[in-house]
């Protein structure tokens, strides 16, 4: 049995651990920076123009 001190302890390590977790939510939330949108997606048109690939004649 724990002593009502020991679970007021206990008590607050699991509020403080609920609302760090939740100060760390808000902050990713309204963090403006998105990297997502940043990278590159893909080979752009100048790229794709000087490696262009010819058609083979048909025939």
């Given at each position: 049995?724990l ?7 206990l008590?607050?390590?699991g ?7 939740l100060?760390n939510?808000?902050a ?7 990297p ?7 080979p752009?048109p ?5 490696h262009?690939?010819r058609a083979?004649?048909?025939?």
């Open positions: 049995m002593s009502p001190h020991a679970s007021l302890l008590l607050r390590d509020w403080n651990a609920i609302a760090t977790g100060q939510l808000i990713r939330i309204r963090d403006p920076y998105r997502e949108l940043h990278y590159m997606r893909g752009g100048k790229w794709h123009a000087k262009a690939v083979a004649p048909a025939g």
